[in-house]
């Protein structure tokens, strides 16, 4: 035999007492295999008895392969606080972490290890191969296999499907309704015909909703009577000798085939045969019959059918349409107008005599305008129904307008009634009322201003209005008077804005500035107290009376 080398003998030999000199390292508390649900939290432990004159080491393998604790620090993380633990939490977890977890602790003269499974349960997976077997107008018979059921059994399927005219991917009704876990076909129904269509089929189980499957091929049902009618079936108006017939299209989706139309029918109320014509478009929403002999404004029954490849379907509800109009033909009478101010003035006419064999006067035209301009440039206004008088405004001052009428319908317009001339008021006084002062007495505010003259080329003033109201108050009251002063009844507690403006035959002229009045205690207002107190009172409202004139007449 050959002697072994003195040098590697005394290592082994150092080894072996090594060994037993120290004591041996063991695990205490070891990992063990768990079922977890998808995205809980677990702590795997791996706790040992060592010698503490010895450095130890934990590691973790996952699947043979060594964890990596800052690169997948979102789930596994080192936990235990003493260098005899060495435990494992894994955090939220996904079924990615289903396997075989090694804890490996090593010293400098030993090592050992201590393994577990864990079983990670969820919902299914996607289910595969979603096959469409067989298609009709309405129904498709569908197949697939289960997917993963990830340690939980599946419990139901539900299938979806998807349309170029769908919001995404919508649950559809099937036969049987309710599909269970150990069945892997169902009949899809109420179905569109003649519309492309791709499923889909989604597993659940206790533990929630898995991923939906693949979409199957595209297939487009079979084609069919189409079933929906035009809605919101109307029409009237259009130009003489006209019948215009309008309806809502049919979506496409709704249309069960190719070759889509409509069937547009009519016939003079209260007759029997129907007139019918086909409008090939299934865009199209409108039909117009021209006939020179079409009476004008009579009444027709219509309906809108539908048609397409496989034949015709039903018609809409029955509704009435009249023909055209013709426009009002003659014009209004006894035209008179006048003034209400220097902006605004009333207008008031007759209804003309109209056969109602040829249509109905709907409103009136006002056209009015001023001598020196083009009455093509006039201004315009409307009414509706039977209104036969109306205010025109925004006019000029002292100036003279003529004015016409007449009738108008869906037709257009009738003949115009012979102008009229009206000359508006004067413009009211530009000046606005000044040197406003107030007083209180006996629970009163007294204001007083001064007369406001108008101008030559104003309106003659008539009186003032006074308005006022609380400063924390939107609504304004209003007094008239023919004087230049005024007693308001109003409560001291209270701050006051008033205002002050002339009116005449022109209208209202220029407001004074804002005046507020400031509350005033009622001891003041009633002139009780002592003498001291009344004094106080007078010097008061005679300072604010100075003020107040200071501050007008600037």
């Not at 290592?11 to 768990?34: E, I, K």
């Not at 604790?69 to 079924?95: N, P, T, Y």
């Not at 569908?142 to 939980?152: E, K, T």
């Amino acid at each position: 035999l050959t002697p072994k080398p003195f040098c590697l003998t005394l290592l082994q030999d150092l080894a072996y007492w090594g060994r037993v000199l120290v004591d041996p390292t063991r695990v205490m508390v070891s990992p063990f295999s768990m079922d977890v649900t998808v995205g809980e939290s677990i702590v795997l432990p791996c706790q040992v008895s060592h010698d503490h004159s010895l450095d130890i080491m934990f590691t973790w393998s996952f699947n043979g392969h060594l964890i990596d604790f800052e690169k997948d620090g979102d789930h596994f993380e080192r936990v235990g606080g003493q260098d005899s633990a060495g435990d494992l939490m894994i955090r939220s977890i996904q079924l990615k972490h289903a396997g075989k977890y090694v804890c490996m602790v090593q010293t400098s003269v030993d090592k050992l290890s201590a393994a577990a499974d864990l079983i990670v349960r969820g919902p299914p997976g996607p289910p595969e191969a979603v096959t469409i077997d067989e298609i009709t107008d309405t129904t498709a018979q569908l197949s697939w296999r289960p997917g993963a059921d990830n340690h939980s059994p599946i419990t139901m399927y539900v299938v979806q499907a998807r349309t170029p005219f769908s919001v995404g991917w919508q649950a559809v009704s099937t036969v049987p309704e309710i599909i269970d876990g150990r069945t892997f076909t169902a009949t899809v129904v109420g179905l569109n015909p003649w519309v492309e269509y791709e499923f889909r089929v989604v597993a659940a189980n206790l533990i929630g909703i898995g991923e939906p499957s693949r979409p199957s091929e595209k297939r487009r049902t079979e084609e069919a009577l189409p079933e929906v009618t035009p809605a919101n079936v109307s029409g009237g108006g259009g130009s003489k000798s006209e019948l215009v017939i309008t309806w809502e299209t049919v979506p496409e989706e709704l249309q069960n085939g190719g070759g889509f139309g409509y069937v547009v029918a009519f016939r003079p109320f209260g007759t029997v045969s129907w007139m019918q014509t086909v409008v090939a478009s299934p865009d199209a929403a409108r039909y117009v019959f021209r006939n020179e002999t079409l009476p004008p404004f009579s009444p027709y029954e219509v309906k809108v059918g539908v048609y397409n490849n496989k034949g015709e379907g039903s018609f809409s509800p029955v509704t009435v349409v009249y023909s055209a109009e013709e426009e009002p033909t003659r014009a209004p009478t006894t035209v008179l107008a006048r003034s209400l101010s220097a902006s605004d003035v009333e207008v008031s006419w007759a209804p003309p005599w109209e056969n109602q064999h040829k249509g109905r006067i709907q409103g009136y035209e006002v056209r009015c305008w001023r001598h020196d301009e083009k009455e093509e440039n006039a201004k315009r206004i409307r009414t509706v129904g039977n209104q036969t008088s109306t205010k025109v405004s925004n006019l000029r001052g002292n100036a003279l307008y003529h004015l016409a009428v007449r009738a108008y319908n869906t037709a257009g317009t009738g003949p115009s009634s012979a102008a009229v001339n009206v000359t508006t008021k004067k413009p009211p006084p530009s000046q606005p009322p000044g040197n406003i002062i107030w007083n209180s007495s006996d629970s009163k505010i007294i204001l007083n201003w001064d007369q406001v003259k108008a101008l030559d080329n104003e309106s003659e003033v008539r009186g003032y209005k006074v308005l006022y109201r609380w400063n924390r108050q939107s609504s304004t009251s209003v007094i008239e008077t023919n004087k230049t002063s005024v007693e308001l009844s109003l409560p001291f507690d209270e701050d006051y804005i008033i205002e002050i403006k002339p009116f005449s035959d022109g209208g209202d002229g220029s407001s004074s500035e804002q005046i507020r009045i400031p509350k005033i205690s009622n001891a003041y207002a009633r002139g009780s107290g002592s003498s001291t107190s009344n004094a106080c009172t007078l010097s008061a409202i005679s300072t604010i009376m100075i003020s107040l004139t200071a501050r007008s007449s600037l």
